[in-house]
């Protein structure tokens, strides 16, 4: 089979291979390469980690296969809306019931102290009326309140830049969502 170029990301490609993505790290030709195999390595491992984790709590696509040595991590492709290109598209009463699934996804990866690290519409998949949430790549584990407030603090900005349309009201539903979750 082919693998299909979907993306490009400053530390990935992610294809398209079958009915899987493949995310994979790409080398930095201005690192040393011995230190760029290991972070490329770590970092793979690291998301590897947070994605299992977070599998447990929210829809997250299935994770097939991780390979470490290839900087590779299989997962299941997702026919659904991605939600960058997409939600503008809703009522904004669907929207609102988006973001209040969207809030609550993220109190729930907040009370397992993960970052997501991302928090974009770009990195939400919109399938069968649950949100998926997409690349960890950015993302760690931390009990740091500052931490989790700064991962709702850019999924404000996402929103202002974005969405502008409504992203109060937007915002209002995941801040319900949020703590609604926290009850």
Do not use: C
Not at 37 to 62: G, H, N, Q, V, W
Not at 154 to 175: G, S
């Amino acid at each position: 089979m082919t693998e299909k170029i979907l993306q490009r990301g400053a530390e990935a490609l992610i294809l398209l291979d079958g009915n899987n993505i493949v995310k994979r790290r790409v080398k930095k030709s201005y690192r040393l390469n011995e230190i760029d195999e290991e972070i490329r390595k770590l970092r793979t491992r690291s998301e590897a980690k947070l994605l299992l984790k977070a599998s447990k709590i929210i829809d997250i696509p299935e994770i097939k296969n991780v390979n470490e040595e290839g900087r590779e991590i299989y997962m299941e492709f997702l026919e659904g809306k991605r939600l960058s290109e997409y939600l503008d598209s809703f009522s904004l009463k669907e929207q609102k019931k988006i973001y209040r699934i969207i809030g609550r996804n993220i109190a729930k990866l907040h009370d397992a102290d993960i970052i997501h690290g991302d928090l974009t519409t770009s990195n939400m998949i919109l399938k069968d009326e649950k949100v998926f949430f997409i690349d960890f790549g950015l993302g760690f584990s931390s009990h740091k309140i500052e931490d989790k407030a700064v991962d709702l603090h850019l999924l404000r900005q996402a929103l202002e830049a974005k969405h502008f349309r409504n992203w109060q009201a937007l915002f209002a539903e995941v801040q319900k969502g949020y703590s609604a979750s926290k009850n």
